[in-house]
């Protein structure tokens, strides 16, 4: 079955440090993934997107690779800071599916001050 | 920096009702969406809508469920009879080219009681 899986326990890091966050899928051959912050009670937020013939792509302090072999992606933020803190979410996009996306159940982001 | 808007932002109704949920795109985006996200669950896809006609929809997306571009502006979701699964928050989302990022609205928390 198909499946995309983002670490559902919650990701507590130091404020100025890395924080990387994983999408793996299974059963899937994405043409485009998409990573979205959401916050409480709000509709997600694009970030980036990165096709399956790109390995990474990069904005400002945020970064994300694309391994299609591994079935993989990362999101990477550098130097975070405490208004990161949101639920990330990973997104998958197939070829004629309409431009359906389909969501990871995401993982929230907890940075300390 | 133009949004999506939704309105109602809450809305109660008694099981078997029917209810009307509105957006209003970005005005230069031509393709549209519904999500919804149960709460502490994964944003689902419902349907697409591209050119005056739904260009994907899910299993989610049965007949009690239909949407409307009345005019320029406005897309809407119709739930014909509300059951109490339904209760979720409801977002709307529209791009202006395929398989490209979507601007999600601020959603509809739907409560079915």
């Known amino acids: 079955s198909q499946k995309i899986e983002q670490n559902s326990e919650a990701l507590n890091i130091q404020e100025g440090k890395t924080a990387t966050l994983t999408c793996n899928y299974t059963n899937y051959s994405p043409a485009y993934l998409q990573w979205y912050r959401q916050d409480p009670g709000r509709g997600p937020v694009f970030l980036l997107l990165i096709r399956e013939n790109e390995k990474e792509k990069r904005k400002e302090r945020l970064k994300v690779t694309f391994d299609t072999t591994l079935k993989q992606s990362l999101f990477h933020i550098t130097a975070s800071q405490p208004a990161d803190s949101a639920t990330y979410l990973c997104a998958l996009g197939v070829r004629n599916a309409g431009n359906m996306l389909t969501f990871g159940g995401g993982t929230r982001l907890m940075v300390k001050p | 920096e133009p949004e999506v808007t939704q309105t109602p932002s809450h809305q109660v109704t008694q099981m078997g009702q029917e209810v009307i949920l509105r957006c209003v795109p970005i005005s230069n985006h031509l393709y549209f969406y519904w999500y919804r996200q149960i709460l502490g669950q994964k944003v689902e896809f419902l349907v697409s809508?591209?050119?005056?006609?739904?260009?994907?929809k899910s299993e989610i997306f049965d007949d009690q469920f239909s949407v409307e571009r009345p005019d320029g502006s406005n897309f809407t979701l119709k739930i014909r009879s509300t059951k109490l699964e339904d209760s979720a928050m409801y977002f709307c989302?529209?791009?202006?080219?395929?398989?490209?990022?979507?601007?999600f609205g601020s959603g509809t928390q739907l409560s079915v009681l």
């Open positions: 809508f591209y050119n005056n006609e739904i260009s994907e």
């Open positions: 989302a529209s791009s202006d080219r395929a398989n490209e990022k979507l601007f």
